[in-house]
């Protein structure tokens, strides 16, 4: 049973950069597409973009010229940083795994909430 | 970027009763749409992926139909745990992109 675990700072100030990072365990980081999805509190759902085992990326056009997604097989983790961020940014920030071809998210983590706040 | 609207955006219910919702595309994302369940202070849990397949352990009370841009999502019996918030997502062209939901109630 593959489990996912986001992990990072809770509070980041306006204009830094949000780094989190998703380790994976109970399976392997290869083959899968890696994603990040963010649920603003009270809001709906929006994908972040993935990567893929091969290293290749897929971002939204809405987050792309802020967005760098990583991934680091030795310790099965892959990572989101996400620059000049604005309150706007404020959200629960899920990990998530696609297990076949078609990008829909079979496995998620519990999420972490990053607060954009001074 | 698809847009996918569903509704209705509440929907009340009893327990025992049978829940049909709603997700229509802006264009058509084939059979390339899933269905998630949200619980309060949870991440959403897949339910049917392909339009109409179950993801793992997802009992049959829970079946998809569709295709193109018009899909469904029905609960035949109500249990007391499928009251919460539904979302569809397409996964045809990306972005990929979410509903914004459907909050089954009771009544």
């Known amino acids: 049973q593959v489990q996912l675990q986001e992990s990072g700072p809770g509070l980041v100030k306006p204009s830094e950069t949000l780094s989190l990072t998703c380790t994976v365990s109970?399976?392997?980081?290869?083959?899968?597409?890696w994603s990040w999805i963010r649920q603003p509190p009270g809001k709906g759902l929006e994908w972040i973009g993935y990567?893929?085992?091969?290293?290749?990326?897929n971002y939204n056009p809405s987050l792309k010229s802020r967005l760098t997604l990583s991934v680091d097989k030795s310790k099965n983790q892959f990572s989101l940083k996400l620059s000049s961020v604005t309150t706007a940014d404020t959200a629960m920030y899920y990990c998530?795994?696609?297990?076949?071809?078609?990008?829909?998210?079979?496995?998620w983590g519990q999420g972490t909430l990053a607060t954009v706040s001074s | 970027e698809i847009v996918l609207t569903q509704s209705p955006g509440t929907l009340s219910l009893s327990p025992g009763e049978r829940a049909t919702l709603s997700c229509r595309a802006s264009?058509?994302?084939?059979?390339?749409l899933g269905w998630y369940q949200q619980k309060p202070g949870q991440a959403p849990r897949l339910l049917i992926y392909?339009?109409?397949s179950r993801a793992t352990g997802i009992p049959d009370r829970f079946s998809g139909r569709g295709s193109g841009t018009d899909f469904t999502l029905t609960i035949s019996r109500l249990e007391p745990e499928d009251f919460a918030v539904y979302y569809c997502?397409?996964?045809?062209?990306?972005?990929?992109?979410f509903g914004q939901g459907t909050k089954l109630e009771i009544k």
């Open positions: 997502q397409q996964y045809g062209s990306s972005p990929y992109t």
């Open positions: 990567i893929y085992y091969n290293w290749s990326t």
């Open positions: 392909g339009a109409f």
């Open positions: 109970g399976d392997s980081i290869s083959y899968y597409y």
């Open positions: 264009q058509s994302v084939s059979f390339y």
């Open positions: 998530a795994i696609s297990r076949s071809s078609g990008v829909f998210f079979d496995s």
